[in-house]
């Protein structure tokens, strides 16, 4: 998981969308934590993703001016908005929370401290946080919502999950990842549809869980969604992936592009300790890899921190 954290140009056709890349491949950016948005203007990035605020709260909100200035820019600008975990500094944390939780909220992500597994099918996520969430994002005039933890599915549908001292088998909990991973279809469609309400040209795109796409029985999910978000597709930061385990993931990635929508990849290959040409073949070998797929790139900092802005002069932005 990033798991903290794509986009471009919408040409929405009826209930569904076909989505056309404003270029074949170009970078964009991903900026959770402490955005700048003069230095995103300045720097000419073309595609943005951000938290609404500078510091994940409400009392940092960027003013609906701020955003709109950015895009006037050029810039595309989409939320990053996690809609498989709940997290404990959000504006819609409740207190009672923090010592008796409900009944729809799993246990602490070990890896990020203050985030919890949700039951995201649950009403009560989907109506109390998410669509209170969304119309947040909308009002302050994001192109759309990048949307994280997508893969939650693989969590709640596998059975050991709830192997003993895990997580508490509960009534209507999926029995299969299939199951699961239909109730997150079923999700994103919701997500797209509410968001479209407010503004038909709104962008929706999911990051990671690409194995979804063999659960999108009916097309719906695939015709709903803008692009896909994708991390370590050829990179485990510094060490290239094996051959089989990219090519599985190409597979679902060249679906998408073939239905007209749009791949964003952000591999965490910048490491200067690697050494100075080394480090320099890497981040050209992961561009000139997404660009013959027709895929945009992000060359991050290993440290995965998506701290800053991070350009890189030839490469981004």
Avoid at 256 to 280: C, H, L, Q, W
């Amino acid at each position: 998981m990033i798991s903290r954290f794509l986009l471009f140009l919408l040409v929405l056709t009826g209930a569904g969308s076909a989505l056309a890349d404003p270029a074949p491949s170009e970078p964009w950016l991903v900026q959770l934590q402490q955005a700048d948005l003069a230095s995103i203007k300045k720097e000419g990035w073309k595609t943005a993703v951000i938290d609404y605020s500078h510091d994940g709260t409400d009392l940092t909100a960027y003013p609906p001016a701020a955003i709109d200035a950015l895009k006037k820019s050029g810039c595309r600008v989409l939320c990053y908005f996690s809609i498989g975990e709940a997290e404990n500094y959000r504006f819609y944390w409740k207190p009672q929370w923090n010592t008796k939780r409900p009944g729809w909220m799993g246990l602490t992500n070990k890896d990020w401290p203050g985030n919890f597994k949700v039951r995201y099918w649950d009403p009560e996520w989907r109506d109390f946080v998410l669509k209170p969430y969304l119309e947040k994002i909308l009002a302050q005039g994001f192109d759309g919502v990048y949307l994280d933890i997508v893969d939650a599915f693989e969590y709640w549908g596998e059975p050991e999950t709830y192997a003993a001292g895990k997580e508490k088998r509960q009534d209507g909990d999926p029995a299969t990842v299939a199951e699961a991973g239909q109730r997150m279809a079923t999700l994103v469609e919701w997500i797209a549809a509410t968001a479209r309400e407010k503004n038909p040209a709104a962008l929706v795109v999911p990051q990671n869980g690409e194995s979804i796409l063999d659960l999108d029985t009916t097309g719906k999910l695939l015709e709903t969604i803008s692009g896909f978000g994708i991390e370590d597709l050829w990179y485990d930061e510094t060490t290239r992936k094996r051959e089989a385990e990219i090519a599985f993931r190409l597979k679902y990635l060249q679906r998408v592009r073939e239905a007209g929508k749009f791949i964003m990849v952000i591999d965490y290959v910048d490491d200067p300790s690697t050494g100075k040409v080394a480090n320099k073949e890497r981040i050209a070998d992961f561009r000139q890899r997404c660009q013959k797929e027709s895929f945009s790139w992000f060359a991050a900092p290993r440290n995965r921190r998506l701290d800053r802005t991070h350009p890189i002069p030839g490469v981004q932005p």
